[in-house]
């Protein structure tokens, strides 16, 4: 058990609070740069040298509006819905090791909330806590766009948080512990968990991504048909802090990814479990700016679903393979089967799911309308 | 008449094979797409600081064309204002005080605001003095201001013509067969006439 120290932790949560909320402004202008590179564009350059004073133009902007609230709206749960927003985005971050955590208790933890035992549970519990924000915001405008987003938004997250805790199970089993810290010195022995879950990683970054209503996930949203979703009513500073969850929502599921998936700090020849912190550090730095940026090119490539198709790809695809995936690490776990079995046992399931193409056409005939 | 079922061909929507039910392999494709457009150049054009290259022929503001020793070539002849389909040129002839013409424009006010740039002014012209030119971002606080009278369109030439932009295209010097008293010369033989209007 880990000791309780004020002062280090309360300067932990100080520079990370910081951190996060100028990472997240600076991820807006990253999108920008990079959604305009993809479509032969430049992006953002007139504030500042290639446009990095952008964050800050943009911050002013969103400080200096006017606040407005609109007539109708039930002003208390209008501007608390925000709040919860970013609240919820924030407060998930404090189980989330960002560098390198020791059992020495004497070390400094990278982490807000070291040693906790619930970990990853605690991160679900915060983060699906989120989805009140949407749905207070959608309903609380009066407006019928926003509540149609708010709606689309409750029934999205609920569905996906089904195949999102279902695909962490594997590494959970596999680790024997929910502890986020734990998952990660495990596979700085055992192999990252990449190579025994590579099915539950994906349906775990498919479900994140509709976790953060991203595209191709961000129907709660869709600027096309809902003009702009639950916040169409929010300006200034609540949008702002809308977005600013948002965005810490997409930072936490990337070092979520690399911790459980990618062995966290942990990188071969660089970062070993003896290596100074400041290189852990930089691997995982690194490996949550190659997810975020995945998350970006995903969202630049990907067209937007349609809602039924979001449903059926939650109910009908990801949580029966997440279960078949568990069985599989059930077998395993249960059995002492070496776990490398689980990677072709993986591949198998995916390729298996897809096996219904190979069936012979059934009715070969082009379908004739009725006289 | 409904169609005879013989002649309605029915298509079935063509089957997913493994790979493509897969769908990660798509995706993968989309990715591809993305990254090279990626490293790709650009095609902005950073406006204010980069101009336009545009094309000879592009229809922007007017301007009036002089002759080689500086007078304006215009004989207020009328064939603009007439071609003018949104009626914004306004004449006003006078004698000419030159010998070499009956009349020249007292006034010439061309209203930018009313015009659409067709061009039918330039095609209407007989001696090549009415031109649009590759300007297209002129712009005024007024619709006073949009008012370009003689001078402000002799203006619009030299600056056009000291900017390279829009170099004299037409016969220089000569006024047109419409306004010269004797026809020395046949204008098909003319040789200066060939040079190609773009």
């Known amino acids: 058990m880990h000791e309780f120290h004020f002062w280090p932790t309360l300067i932990t ?6 951190a996060l909320q100028a990472t997240a402004g600076f991820l807006v202008y990253v999108e920008r740069k990079i959604c305009a590179y993809m479509q032969n564009r430049i992006g953002p350059n007139r504030v500042g040298p290639y446009g990095l004073l952008q ?5 002013l902007k969103f400080i200096l509006k006017e606040e407005f609230v609109p007539k109708t709206a039930d002003k208390g749960i209008f501007l608390l819905a925000p709040c919860i927003a970013i609240t919820t985005a924030m407060l998930s971050f404090a189980v989330v090791p960002f560098g390198a955590t020791d059992n020495d208790a004497q070390a400094y933890q990278f982490v807000i909330a070291p040693g906790l035992d619930i970990g990853i549970l605690f991160i679900f519990a915060i983060s699906s806590l989120a989805v009140y924000a949407i749905i207070l915001g959608g309903w609380a405008s009066n407006n019928k766009y926003s509540m149609l987003g708010g709606l689309r938004s409750s029934a999205q997250i609920i569905s996906y948080e089904i195949p999102l805790g279902l695909s962490i199970l594997g590494v959970v089993l596999l680790t024997g512990s929910l502890n986020l810290e734990d998952i990660t010195w495990r596979q700085t022995s055992a192999g990252w968990n990449i190579f025994f879950q590579p ?6 970054m498919t479900s994140a991504f509709a976790e953060c209503n991203r595209l191709p996930f961000d129907l709660p949203e869709s600027e096309q048909e809902l ?7 929010y300006n200034a500073f609540k949008l702002a802090m809308f977005l600013l969850g948002e965005y810490v929502h997409m930072i936490t599921t990337s070092f979520l990814m690399v911790i459980l998936f990618f062995g966290g700090w942990h990188f071969p020849f660089i970062a070993g479990p003896d290596a100074h912190w400041i290189w852990k550090l930089i691997v995982i730095a690194g490996k949550v700016t190659f997810f975020i940026l995945l998350y970006m090119l995903v969202r630049w490539t990907l067209p937007r679903f349609r809602f039924d198709q979001l449903m059926g790809l939650a109910w009908k695809v990801l949580i029966p393979l997440a279960l078949a995936n568990v069985i599989a690490v059930m077998f395993v776990v249960e059995f002492r089967i070496s776990p490398w079995v689980l990677l072709p046992v993986s591949i198998g399931i995916l390729v298996g799911a897809a ?3 190979l069936r012979p056409m059934n009715g070969a005939e082009p379908i004739r309308a009725e006289q | 008449m409904p169609m005879k079922d013989e002649d309605v061909r029915w298509v079935k929507a063509p089957r997913m094979g493994l790979v493509e039910k897969l769908y990660i392999p798509a995706i993968m494709q989309g990715f591809q797409t993305t990254l090279k457009h990626m490293f790709s150049p650009n095609v902005t054009q950073q406006y204010p600081e980069e101009k336009p290259k545009l094309p000879a022929n592009y229809r922007g503001v007017h301007r009036l064309n002089r002759d080689e ?4 070539k215009c004989v207020a002849c009328y064939m603009c204002s ?3 389909p949104a009626r914004c040129i306004d004449i006003v002839a006078a004698p000419s005080p030159w010998p070499d013409r009956e009349k020249y424009p007292e006034v010439f006010v061309i209203d930018e605001l009313r015009c659409i740039y067709c061009g039918m002014c330039e095609q209407a012209c007989p001696c090549d003095a009415i031109e649009l030119t590759t300007l297209f971002d002129h712009t005024g606080l007024s619709r006073e201001e949009m008012m370009f009278d003689k001078e402000k369109l002799l203006s619009v030439f030299d600056q056009t013509v000291a900017a390279g932009t829009d170099p004299i295209r037409t016969r220089s010097g000569k006024l047109s067969i419409a306004s010269e008293p004797i026809a020395s010369e046949p204008i098909a033989s003319e040789p200066k006439a060939s040079a190609p209007k773009v």
């Open chain 1, 13 to 18: 949560i100080v520079v990370i609070f910081c």
């Open chain 1, 55 to 59: 964050v800050l133009a943009d911050g």
């Open chain 1, 199 to 204: 099915l539950a990683f994906l349906l775990f």
């Open chain 1, 227 to 233: 003009v702009g979703g639950y916040h169409t009513e």
């Open chain 1, 355 to 357: 096996a219904p193409a």
């Open chain 2, 69 to 72: 020793e500086g007078r304006v």
């Open chain 2, 82 to 84: 007439t071609a003018c």
